[in-house]
Every structure is written in structure tokens, then in C-alpha cells.
Nanobody, 119 residues
């Protein structure tokens, strides 16, 4: 079992920045690829960014490429999502996930954190 707890969401004006954190506990954090998903009202949950177990490979959804950066600190059992130049369309509930591989389905989910960028 892996428990995931997100933090760092909030309300920010367009063009601003936020950093989301996901603290993991339980089984070895370094055994998992990690990802950030988001779900906006009326839309399906989508993968925004992912990082492999070693941290050497990353994936970004096209709309966030160049604005968001995913990272992990295995010594702290924590992954991060640095979000810059936020846009109203980034408004969503953001979920941290632990995955067997970068493009695998999530094995564990966090409870989510709201990010709101007013238009």
C-alpha cells in the first residue's frame, strides 16, 4: 500500500505560479513511476505529467509542455509539480498517482487538491 497526500493547490491569477507537492508513505516510493492527473468539471481525468522511477524520463501533456515541470525527491518520498504561467484552462482538481510505469494505470491515488485560475 502507498498513501499519497497532495498539498499546494489554491487560487492564483493568470500568469502566476503554484507548486504542488505529493508526500508518499507506505511501500517504497522509488519503486513507482509517479504522475499528476487533473479533472475539470464535466471532463474526464487526464494525465498531465509523469516521471519514471529513476527520474530520468518525463512526459507532459501538450497543453502544459514548457509551463509545468514534474520532479521527484526520493529521499523525501515526495513528488512535485511546478506550474508556471497558469491559465484559466488549468483550473481543475489535481491528483497525484503512483503507477507501475509512466504510461500505466494508477495503482494508488491521492485525495486531490484544487487549482483555480480565474478568467
Amino acid at each position: 500500500q502507498v498513501q499519497l497526500v497532495e498539498s499546494g493547490g489554491g487560487l492564483v491569477q493568470a500568469g502566476g505560479s503554484l507548486r504542488l507537492s505529493c508526500a508518499a508513505s507506505g511501500r517504497s516510493f522509488s519503486d513507482y513511476a509517479m504522475g499528476w492527473f487533473r479533472q475539470a468539471p464535466g471532463k474526464e481525468r487526464e494525465l498531465v505529467a509523469a516521471i519514471n522511477y529513476s527520474g530520468r524520463s518525463t512526459y507532459y501533456e501538450d497543453s502544459v509542455e514548457g509551463r509545468f515541470t514534474i520532479s521527484r525527491d526520493d529521499a523525501k518520498n515526495t513528488e512535485y509539480l511546478q506550474m508556471n504561467n497558469l491559465k484559466p484552462e488549468d483550473t481543475a482538481f489535481y491528483y497525484c498517482a503512483a503507477m507501475g510505469c509512466m504510461y500505466c494505470s494508477a495503482s494508488y491515488w491521492g485525495q486531490g487538491t484544487q487549482v483555480t485560475v480565474p478568467s
